[in-house]
C-alpha cells in the first residue's frame, strides 16, 4: 500500500497563517524524505482556521522545496473555476514538475454561501454542470476538443509537456462510475462520510475506460489519522480533533484547541454521541494499531493508497504520527 497525504492547512489555536503554512513546507519535506507517494492541497474559502485557500499556489511552492514527492489538489472546487483556466494552470505546473503534479477535483463549494456568492461576483452559482466541465477541462489538457465543439479553436498553453493526473473525490460513490468512464483516478473521502464500501470501488473499476490521461484504474481513500507509540497518547491528541469536528458539524467558528482544552470541554449527551460517531471517520491508536486498520482495509476493499490526514494541536505530534506510520508501513 502506498501512504499520501491529505493537508488541509489547520491553524492551531493561538497560531498564525504564516506559521500554519510555514508547518505545510516542513511536513511536505519530512513527507517527501520518509517516501510517501503524494501529498494534496484543499481548497476552503472564508474560513479563518483553515489557510489553504488557494492550493494551486501551494502546490507550485511546494513542488519548488521537495525532490520527488507528487504534489496537487485534494481538491480543486471547480464549479467557482473555467475549464480553460484550469487546463492552463495544471499543465504549466506539471511541464515545471513534469510527473509529479495531480490535479484533484471536488463538488463541493469549499465554503460558506457568502464565500461561494462572492467567488461567482454576485450570481447564483451552476451546480448541474460540474462533470461538463472536467470533462471539458480534460479534452483541454489532452488537446482532444471534439470539431463541433464551441472551444474547438481554443487552446490551452503551455504544450508538450506531461500531463498531470487528474483525480475525481468524492464522499458518497455516486461519482465512483463517472471518475471510471473518465478514465481518471477515484478518490474516496472516508474522513467524510464514514462509508466506505466494497460495492462502490467496484463500480468505479468496472466502468473504467483507459485514458491518455491514466491508462489503468487508481483508487485511493482519505482518512483522518492520529498515530503515536501508544494508544492513550494516541487518544490524547485526537482530543483536539474530536472537538474540531464537533465545531465544524456544528457551525461554529474554531481553531485547533490544545488536548487540555478539548478534554475540558463542557460536552452535552448529544455532542459526545456526535463524536462516537464521527470515529468513523478517524483512525486513532498506536501506529501499528493504525497500520493493522488500514492492512485490513486493503485487504478489504483492495484499495491502491490511503491518504492520511492528520489535524492536531501540536505540530509535532502531527510529523511524529507521519513518521511512525511511515515506518510501519513503508
Known amino acids: 500500500m502506498k501512504l499520501s497525504v491529505l493537508d488541509q492547512t489547520p491553524t492551531s489555536n493561538g497560531q498564525t497563517s504564516q506559521q500554519t503554512l510555514q508547518n505545510s513546507v516542513e511536513l511536505a519535506q519530512l513527507v517527501d524524505k520518509l ?10 474559502h472564508g474560513s479563518e482556521n483553515l489557510a489553504s485557500a488557494s492550493p494551486e ?5 511546494i513542488a519548488s522545496v521537495t525532490k520527488q514527492i507528487r504534489v496537487g489538489s485534494g481538491g480543486i472546487m471547480l464549479m467557482h473555476y473555467s ?11 506539471s511541464t515545471l514538475y513534469p510527473n509529479r503534479i495531480d490535479f484533484g477535483v471536488g463538488r463541493a463549494p469549499g465554503g460558506d454561501w457568502h464565500s461561494t456568492l462572492a467567488l461567482h461576483e454576485g450570481k447564483k452559482p451552476r451546480m448541474d454542470n460540474q462533470y461538463e466541465k472536467l470533462k471539458e477541462t480534460i479534452m483541454f489538457m489532452t488537446e482532444t476538443m471534439p470539431e463541433d465543439h464551441p472551444y474547438h479553436n481554443t487552446l490551452a498553453a503551455p504544450f508538450g509537456g506531461t ?8 464522499s458518497s460513490g455516486s461519482s465512483a462510475a463517472q471518475a471510471g468512464q473518465f478514465g481518471i483516478g477515484y ?18 473499476r468496472s466502468n473504467f475506460v483507459p485514458s491518455e490521461i491514466m491508462p489503468n484504474p487508481q483508487v485511493n481513500v482519505g482518512y483522518f489519522v492520529m498515530a503515536a507509540e501508544t494508544t492513550e497518547e494516541a487518544e490524547y491528541h485526537a482530543a483536539s480533533l474530536d472537538l474540531n469536528l464537533l465545531f465544524m458539524d ?73 513518521e511512525l506510520l511511515a515506518k510501519e508501513l513503508l
Do not use: C
Not at 500531463?163 to 468524492?170: A, F, H, K, M, T
Not at 478518490?187 to 463500480?203: E, K, N, T, V
Open 187 to 204: 478518490s474516496f473521502a472516508q474522513f467524510i462520510s464514514g462509508q466506505l464500501s466494497a460495492p462502490m470501488l467496484d463500480a468505479y
Open 83 to 93: 475549464p480553460l483556466k484550469m487546463a492552463e494552470l495544471f499543465k504549466t505546473l
Open 163 to 170: 500531463l498531470p493526473e487528474v483525480w475525481l473525490l468524492g
Open 57 to 61: 499556489i501551494l502546490i507550485a511552492h
Open 250 to 322: 456544528t457551525g461554529l467558528p474554531f481553531k485547533v484547541l490544545s488536548p487540555e482544552d478539548a478534554l475540558n470541554y463542557s460536552y452535552t449527551e448529544m455532542d459526545k454521541m456526535r463524536i462516537q460517531h464521527n470515529r468513523s471517520r478517524f483512525l486513532v491508536g498506536s501506529a501499528k494499531e493504525v497500520a493493522d486498520t488500514l492492512r485490513h482495509h486493503d485487504e478489504q476493499f483492495g484499495i491502491n493508497e490511503a491518504v492520511l490526514g492528520t489535524i492536531s494541536h501540536s505540530h509535532e505530534a502531527r510529523l511524529k504520527s507521519y
Open 35 to 44: 517516501g510517501y507517494n503524494r501529498i494534496w492541497y484543499s481548497e476552503h
